[in-house]
């Protein structure tokens, strides 16, 4: 799975905080430890029911994609569901034999492609047809989805893992009694995932590809949006580029596995009705076999920066759309408090400017939305501002409409009672996320990965709590500026030219 | 020295272990198989107090102290199967501005101040077969949330504004509901199954929208939101006996009540099988969906069929058309089948997924094989136990959370289901066995019944569709515009509507001779202008609503049925095929434009009949139907009648040479007009009134 982008601004803002008093209940709740390899575990006990839910987060997401093999660390995602030496195969050794068989004939492929026009058609179809062979023989001793059988069969819901572009996660939950399968089976496929049937499941990523983003006009608007954004820096390419999923191998997979999946680079996470000593006991029989690897690589590439507004159009039959962006700096940075805050007072529930005038006022659009972190939670992102035009209405008046309120922002100060009411859902919204194991599991790996500390989902509402409407002011003043904008817009497909 | 106090430490440590002192750490296992699990711990099932107010209304409480919260939801018998059909979406509105509107003491903008200015919320809702309101609010709210879910829930406004609003959002929801191919995908196969014409088919359209007003939601409100109507359940930070007391205050003066709703629609429409298109030009995947009506969820087989279905298409990633046509064909991303049970009204049994467009015909073969197999031979002792085993194991993800349990027992009561139901269910799945799997797929799989539909771009399906060897039919996509508004209408208009009407009778032959006609039938010759002058030979035969048409065009005889409740067949060179629903809807809109049968729209309680203009009578139905006879002043015949098309053109008939046919006046030559250019001409050679057709005469198949 990859992840949807645009989660809805209720949800970009769950993804944080409680008083200081909140924080010291709930610390009594989490233990954490760290393993001689490096691999970091967070506890949550929560005693509600008899289950556990558990979370693999993995700090590589589609900006770590090395260049010409966008669309690499999800394709690694879908691997890890393909089971182990030991399980999910008819015949080890054999199917071991095969698999470097058809590398081998992939490598002698990919030579001869590489000679371009000197290289020969004839030696190319010779090859492309013993590589198909070779795939076939491999594929012949798979005991099919061995790893998720188990895992259902034990009583597991919610087997799935997405990618996005700052990590891999992988999760399910299970009874609380059989919480050492989890150990058992985690601690073996990532130990060394096994690049079984890589080449029909790349179709399958293809597959996916055609579904989220090329037979979806707000997925082709989004990856215009993003690709227009950033022209440097590397989360621009989001689920990948066709051509590279179509292309990717097997041995690129591995050597992205074996540079980032290493345990200083991951966090486990298990919330549920579990009990610590139990879970260190557990950990310290699995997990040591993980080999510990240096820390790989940050994403070195700053997005230059951007001399002038930049405007796209996206042809599609389909209604029309609207998407905005403002480059905004990274999450770790102190100006992040008084944009999440100002997107709250735009766009959250029906008192957020932008509903209340362009949706219930203006009747120029059906939808009018903001969201402070249109990407990830680690590099310097967008501000995102999206409108569905009414029908009849036009995304030329939507977008005049938009940037009225959005230099009204800059020139008016918000009232208190409307900072008070953001400030306010941001707490209760965290304490109605505390009623999912999962939920919450997901949130304590993201914050330990991205902020060094599970404790920041907390902490992150004093910065919140701080924000003054002066603060909305002038963050709207310093990052919604002309030069600094993308829009995207759909436009009617013109007739006659061409398909 | 080192290695030896080493290895006199490990000897301690495992004299320790014999003394029956804490044990090393065991090492760790190697296969999944090696593990042993203790017993899960018993749910722990929360205590939930019940009881009736004294004005009827059922109530459920569930103390919960884990978060400072308190969330309830009043669930009410509505649903928008009862909608009247040219109000279809009255229930969509109604759900939203019932919180919108505001309440007689607060606006809708008061009310969203005040809730989210406390993080809280109130929301209504109306579903297919049931409707809602609900809150959710930090406890220290709770006095102030609960009084005004009261009064959203008792003394809705509905005030105008917020109805526009409403009605703009959702005219917006119909421009784009074409626009994602799943979502096309979803609703047009609900609607093939269940039937486009039918309360569980239809859908909202600009012109059954407009139709709604602020008073049609006040009725909604006074008729379906009694107390006696609904199951009101809290969950939460509060003390029972207080919230008790609290809500018997609250609703202590709310005693409307009104009688009982009526029981659901039955579902009754048999769609034809066969392959649907819905074509999609901007995708380049096609989205498909299989299968036919399933049933209920009390049916003694309904465990077998989950059973079967999660071996077929299950969640996870363990089901045959996972291995089948997502591993090992790399084929789709998604696939999964469904046996869609519902609680009290047949649900459908079908697999969806999306494919690239070339391997289209490919993958739904595929499919078809598979669902075959499940047919015809026994599953795997290894599949049933996975299937059950997934189902009994995960059982407890039931009962996780308070707010699950509640809202099944709720459920449960709301649909007259028992309270253990879960647990035989839960009983039931342990006794599958693989010989019930296959009896089930056998008796609950019919393919012959299939509908499958693609929505995609055919142009690039790798194969056509005829390769499936079923008839393929396709799928109008195209959205209705708004007709032309109604004309005005009094007490005035309407005499006179029906002055038109009877004089048009009178010189047509008399009411009395067109009250007598049991059926119909003509022969013609009509000229399609607008393909270029294609000559064809119509035989139409009627006895109403029952409908023949057969024609002879240039490559062979084309023969049209419609068995007036909403199905038929056509009959072409290419073999016979089910009827598709634009040609039920058109079969339909030609009974309604008969002229011998508009002519008496006066005495039909189901049609309105108002003059337009002094001289111009509009007759109208409930289904949306709409036409315009002017009058011919000197004959008080009609001279032409002016209706919208199936597209959204207008069309009108112009009649011409008005001679004697079975002491009648008829017209015997009629010109077409599209969009006021000429399209075709029908000239009658022969009309037969009264000839003593029969309706199974008329289904018979060439």
């Known amino acids: 799975m990859f992840q949807p982008w645009f989660r809805g601004v209720l949800l970009a803002l769950a993804a944080l905080c409680l008083a200081a008093q909140d924080l010291k209940e709930f610390e009594k709740k989490v233990t954490e430890f760290t393993l001689g390899n490096g691999l970091h575990f967070i506890v949550l006990e929560r005693k509600e029911a008899p289950v556990v839910s558990l979370v693999t987060h993995v700090n590589v997401g589609s900006a770590n994609d090395p260049a010409g093999k966008t ?73 099919k989805e061995a790893y998720s059988k188990v895992i259902q069969q034990s009583g597991g819901v ?170 905004r700096p990274e999450p770790s940075h102190p100006d992040d408090a008084p944009l999440q805050v100002l997107a709250g007072a735009l766009s959250s529930g029906r008192t957020g400017v932008l509903y209340k ?60 009672a409307v900072l008070e009411r953001v400030k306010n859902q941001v707490r209760a919204r965290l304490i109605r996320g505390l009623d999912s194991n999962m939920g919450m599991a997901q949130q304590l790996a993201s914050n330990y990965i991205n902020d060094g500390d599970w404790r920041r989902m907390f902490t992150r509402i004093q910065d919140i709590q701080k924000v003054t409407a002066e603060d909305l002011q002038r963050v709207a003043t310093t990052y919604f500026v002309e030069k600094a904008r993308t829009a995207v817009y759909s436009k009617k497909p013109v007739e006659g030219a061409g398909k | 020295m080192k290695a030896a106090a080493v290895l006199l430490m490990a000897s301690l440590s495992s004299g320790q272990t014999t003394a029956g002192k804490p044990k090393p750490a065991p090492l760790a296992a190697k296969s999944y198989k090696e593990l042993k699990y203790k017993p899960l711990k ?44 040219d109000k279809t979406g009255l229930s969509d509105v109604f759900g939203q501005v019932m919180r919108t509107g505001g309440t007689k003491s607060r606006t809708g903008d008061q009310l969203n101040e005040l809730l989210e200015g406390i993080a809280a919320s109130v929301e209504s809702n109306v579903g297919e077969t049931s409707g809602s309101v609900s809150f959710n609010t930090l406890s220290e709210h709770t006095g102030t949330v609960l009084e005004i879910f009261k009064d959203v829930l008792t003394e809705p406004e509905f005030r105008q504004d917020k109805i526009d609003v409403v009605k703009t959002q959702m005219r917006g929801l119909i421009s784009r509901r074409n626009d994602q191919a799943g979502a096309v995908a979803s609703r047009e196969f609900e609607r093939l199954l269940y039937g486009p014409a039918t309360p569980w088919g239809r859908q909202m359209e600009y012109e059954t929208l407009e139709r709604i007003e602020r008073q049609d939601l006040i009725h909604y409100h006074q008729r379906y939101y ?115 049970a519902q609680y009290a009204h047949p649900g459908m049994f079908f697999v969806s997924g999306s494919t690239k467009s070339a391997s289209t015909v490919e993958t739904i073969r595929v499919i078809r094989e598979e669902i075959e197999r499940l047919r015809t031979t026994e599953v795997t002792e290894e599949e049933l136990q996975v299937a059950k085993e997934s189902t009994l194991n995960s059982f407890v993800f039931n009962f996780d959370s308070p707010a ?92 006179r509507g029906r002055q038109i009407l009877q004089s048009i009778q009178t010189a047509a032959g008399g009411a009395d001779k067109l009250a007598a006609l049991k059926d119909y039938a003509h022969t013609a010759d009509v000229t399609i202008l607008a393909g270029g002058g294609m000559k064809v030979k119509q035989d139409v035969r009627m006895v109403p609503p029952v409908i023949r048409l057969d024609q002879q065009l240039p490559f062979g005889k084309l023969s049209i049925y419609y068995d007036g409740k909403g199905g038929g067949w056509m009959a072409g060179p290419q073999g016979t095929a089910g009827l598709p629903p634009q040609a039920a809807r058109q079969a339909q809109d030609e009974l309604f434009r008969l002229h011998v049968t508009l002519w008496l729209s006066d005495r039909d309680p189901e049609r309105t009949v108002n003059a337009a203009e002094p001289n111009v009578v509009e007759i109208s139905d409930k289904q949306g139907n709409r036409i315009r006879l002017t009058l011919d ?16 053109a207008g069309m009108e008939v112009l009649y011409d040479d008005w001679k004697e046919a079975g002491g009648l006046r008829l017209p015997h030559k009629m010109k077409l007009l599209q969009g006021g250019k000429p399209a075709a001409e029908l000239l009658v050679l022969e009309y037969k009134l009264n000839s003593g057709l029969k309706a199974e005469e008329l289904a018979q198949k060439p």
């Not at chain 1, 939507?398 to 922002?409: G, P, S, T």
């Open chain 1, 71 to 143: 669309g690499l660390a999800h394709m690694l995602e879908h691997m890890a569901f393909k089971d182990t030496d030991s399980l999910g195969t008819t015949n080890w050794p054999e199917e071991k034999k095969w698999l470097a068989q058809v590398e081998a004939v992939y490598d002698k492929l990919e030579s001869e492609k590489n000679k371009g026009l000197r290289g020969s058609a004839e030696t190319v179809r010779k090859l492309e047809a013993e590589l198909r062979a070779a795939i076939e023989k491999a594929n012949g001793f798979v005991d």
């Open chain 1, 158 to 327: 919610g087997i799935n893992a997405f990618t996005s572009t700052d990590a891999t996660v992988y999760f399910y939950s299970l009874p609380a009694n059989r919480v050492e399968l989890w150990f058992l089976l985690t601690s073996q496929v990532f130990r060394q995932p096994i690049m079984r049937e890589f080449y029909k499941e790349r179709d399958v990523v293809r597959e996916e590809r055609r579904m989220r983003m090329e037979s979806s006009s707000q997925g082709k608007m989004l990856e215009a949006l993003i690709q227009t954004s950033f022209l440097g820096h590397p989360q621009r390419s989001l689920i990948g580029y066709a051509s590279d999923i179509e292309n990717l191998r097997a041995k690129d997979s591995e050597a992205l596995f074996k540079q980032y999946y290493v345990p200083s680079n991951m966090v486990m996470v298990l919330a549920g009705e579990v009990d610590p000593k139990e879970v260190k006991r557990l950990a310290d029989q699995y997990f040591p076999a993980l080999p510990a690897g240096p820390a790989p690589p940050r994403v070195i590439t700053v997005e230059p920066p951007q001399e002038g507004e930049r405007r796209v159009a996206v042809e599609t039959p389909s209604q029309p759309l609207l998407y905005m962006a403002y480059k």
């Open chain 1, 357 to 416: 005038e362009m949706v219930e006022q203006k009747k120029l659009s059906l939808v009018a939305a903001a969201d402070s972190t249109g990407l990830g939670s680690k590099y310097p992102g967008i501000f995102v501002f999206i409108a569905a035009p009414a029908v009849g209405r036009t995304t030329e008046e939507n977008e005049k409409a938009m940037l009225e309120i959005i230099e009204r922002v800059k020139k008016e100060k918000f009232e208190d």
């Open chain 2, 42 to 85: 018993e749910i722990r099932m929360p205590e939930i107090v019940s009881f009736t107010m004294a004005n009827g209304m059922k109530v459920y409480l569930l103390e919960n102290h884990e978060l400072p919260l308190v969330r309830g939801s009043a669930r009410v018998r509505v649903g928008n199967v009862h909608d009247p059909a």
């Open chain 2, 226 to 340: 009694f107390p006696g109507n609904m199951i009101l359940s809290l969950h939460g930070d509060f003390v029972t006996s207080t919230m008790r007391e609290k809500l018997q205050k609250l609703f202590a003066d709310w005693a409307v009540k009104q009688p009982p709703v009526p029981p659901l629609p039955p579902v009754t429409h048999q769609a034809a099988p066969g392959v649907y298109l819905a074509e999609k030009k901007d995708v380049n995947q096609t989205f498909f969906q299989i299968g036919h009506l399933g049933g209920m969820l009390k049916d003694k087989d309904y465990p077998a069929l989950e059973v079967m279905a999660d071996i077929l298409g299950g969640a996870g990633f363990t089901s045959r058309l996972v291995k089948k046509v997502r591993s090992e064909m790399g084929l789709v991303y998604a696939v999964g089948a469904h046996w869609a």
């Open chain 2, 404 to 495: 699950k349990i509640l809202a099944r027992l709720v459920n449960d009561e709301y649909h007259g289901y028992p309270k253990d139901f879960i647990f035989q269910y839960q009983k039931a799945v342990a006794a599958v066995t693989r010989a019930d799997v296959l009896r089930v797929a056998k008796e609950s799989l019919k393919p012959g019944n299939f509908v499958i539909l693609a929505v995609g771009k055919p142009e690039d399906f790798g194969a056509p569709l005829t390769a499936l060897n079923l008839p393929v039919n396709k799928v109008d996509l195209t959205i209705p515009e708004p007709k032309a508004a109604m004309a005005k209408m009094d007490a005035g208009t309407l005499a």
């Open chain 2, 633 to 648: 002043e000197k004959t008080n015949l009609p001279a032409k009648a002016q209706y919208r098309g199936a597209g959204t």
